[in-house]
């Protein structure tokens, strides 16, 4: 079993670009990452990040690029 890291709120916004307001209201809301909930700490799986980006990585034809950080990194 592999143990994925987690982030939580400030650092993913941080990754991704957003203000943490952004993931807040993404939790209420249902939209967005998957997150944990632990006691009063949110935190997000980097596996449930991942496939986030993955599915919402559009080509300029727009349609879905699956696997898109996998073809990055194996590029790498």
């Given at each position: 079993m592999t143990i994925?890291?987690?982030?939580?709120t400030k650092?993913?916004?941080?990754i991704l670009g957003f203000?943490?307001?952004?993931l807040s209201n993404q939790r209420v809301l249902g939209t967005g990452i998957p997150f944990i909930k632990m006691g009063n700490a949110v935190r997000y799986k980097?596996?449930?990040i991942e496939t986030y980006i993955?599915?919402?990585t559009y080509d300029h034809n727009g349609?879905?690029?699956v696997?898109?950080?996998r073809e990055v990194e194996e590029v790498k």
């Open positions: 994925d890291r987690y982030y939580n650092q993913l916004a941080d203000a943490p307001k952004t980097s596996s449930d993955e599915e919402n349609m879905v690029k696997n898109s950080i």
